[in-house]
C-alpha cells in the first residue's frame, strides 16, 4: 500500500451520511454511488472560500524547490538559476514571479474544481438529523471504512480540522505534501466542530460508494402522521431487498416492517433480530426516554441487490 492510502484514524470503522431526498435514497443503494457536492453550494460562505494569497519569498521558492521530490540535483539547480535574476538568492526575477502566481492560480481553480462528499462520524446527532435529514424525517446510510476502498485512503479522505484561526494560504504551500488542499478544503470554523465531518474528495459528479453497512430510519417516522412518508421510504428500500433475516418469505414486507417500527417504539428494551449473514442493518433513531439522546434500534439485518452494472 502506498503511503498516501494508509488509512488516517483507522478506529473510525464507520461514516455516516445524512440525507433528506428519499428520491436519492434508492440511487445510491442501487447503484452504490452518491453524488458529490459542488462546494460553492455550501451552507458555510467561509467554507472553501479562503482565498490564497499571491506572492511568495524568495527563501520560501527555495524551499519548495529544495523539498520538491520532482527535481534532481541538475533540474534544481537549472529552476534556482532561472528563478533568480543574476544567481542573487535575495531576488526573484519578474519572469519568474508572473510565472509562479500563474502556477498558484491554476493550482487554486485545480483545487476548487474538486467536488465533496461530506460525511459524519456520529450517527446519533440531533443537530444533524434537525439540519440535514429533514427534520428527522429522512435517513442516514452507513458506510464501512476499510482498507481498499475510497472511504479507507488518507489522501482523499480526511477529517475537517476545525479552528478559530482563518488560514492563511499561501504559494509555499504548494506541493506533495497536500498542505494547501487541506487548507482550502479540510478547515473550517470551530462553530461547526459538532457535525465531526469528514470529506471524501473527487473529480466526479458521483462516487463509488460499495460496503453499505446500514440504513437509519429518522424517529419522525414512527409519529402516526408521518407513516405515508414511512411507506414511501419503505417501499422505496423494498425492491432493493434480496435478503430479509428476520422476515423470511413474507409477502408484505412493508406491513411487517410498519409493524415492527411500531413495536420498536411501543419497547425501549427491543433489541431488533440476530444477524444471520445478511449484511446491511435496517434500524430507526429513537429518542431515549428521560434524556436528550437518541439511540438506534434494529429492524432487520437485510441484503440490497447488487449494481446492476456488476
Known amino acids: 500500500m502506498s ?14 451520511r445524512y440525507r433528506s431526498n428519499l428520491c436519492h435514497a434508492a440511487q445510491l443503494w442501487r447503484e452504490q454511488r ?6 460553492r453550494t455550501f451552507n458555510d460562505p467561509f467554507d472553501a472560500g479562503i482565498p490564497l494569497l499571491s506572492g511568495i519569498t524568495p527563501e520560501e521558492y527555495r524551499q519548495m524547490i529544495l523539498s520538491s521530490p520532482y527535481y534532481n540535483e541538475n533540474q534544481r539547480e537549472q529552476a ?15 519572469d519568474s514571479v508572473t510565472r509562479i502566481n500563474e502556477v498558484g492560480r491554476g493550482y487554486e481553480s485545480a483545487i476548487r474544481a474538486q467536488r465533496i462528499c461530506c460525511l459524519a462520524e456520529n450517527h446519533c446527532s440531533i443537530l444533524m438529523w434537525s439540519h440535514y435529514a429533514g427534520q428527522h424525517l429522512g435517513y442516514c446510510i452507513g458506510f464501512r471504512r476499510i482498507s481498499g476502498i475510497n472511504f479507507g485512503d488518507g489522501s482523499i479522505c480526511k477529517p475537517v480540522n476545525y479552528t478559530n484561526d482563518y488560514p492563511l494560504c499561501t504559494l509555499s504551500q504548494i506541493g ?23 470529506r471524501l474528495l473527487s473529480q466526479n459528479m458521483f462516487c463509488r460508494c460499495a460496503d453499505i453497512s446500514r440504513i437509519i430510519i429518522g424517529c419522525a417516522f414512527q409519529r402516526e402522521n408521518n407513516r405515508s412518508e414511512l411507506d414511501r421510504f419503505l417501499l422505496c428500500l423494498h425492491g432493493d431487498i434480496v435478503q430479509s433475516s428476520r422476515f423470511h418469505g413474507s409477502q408484505n414486507l412493508i406491513d411487517d416492517y410498519r409493524n415492527a417500527i411500531t413495536n420498536v417504539s411501543n419497547n425501549e428494551n427491543y433489541c431488533g433480530p440476530v444477524s444471520d449473514g445478511c449484511n446491511v442493518r435496517l434500524e430507526i433513531m429513537l429518542p431515549v426516554p428521560q434524556q436528550f439522546q437518541l439511540r438506534e434500534h434494529t429492524i432487520d439485518f437485510i441484503q440490497l441487490r447488487p449494481p446492476a452494472h456488476e
Open 80 to 94: 534556482m538559476a532561472l528563478a533568480f535574476e543574476s544567481f542573487d538568492p535575495l531576488t526573484l526575477s519578474e
Open 176 to 198: 506533495p505534501n497536500g498542505d494547501l488542499t487541506d487548507a482550502l478544503l479540510y478547515t473550517k470554523s470551530r462553530e461547526w466542530e459538532y457535525e465531526n465531518e469528514w
Open 34 to 39: 452518491m453524488f458529490m457536492s459542488d462546494p
Open 3 to 16: 503511503a498516501e492510502s494508509i488509512m488516517i484514524r483507522p478506529e473510525i470503522t464507520e461514516l455516516f
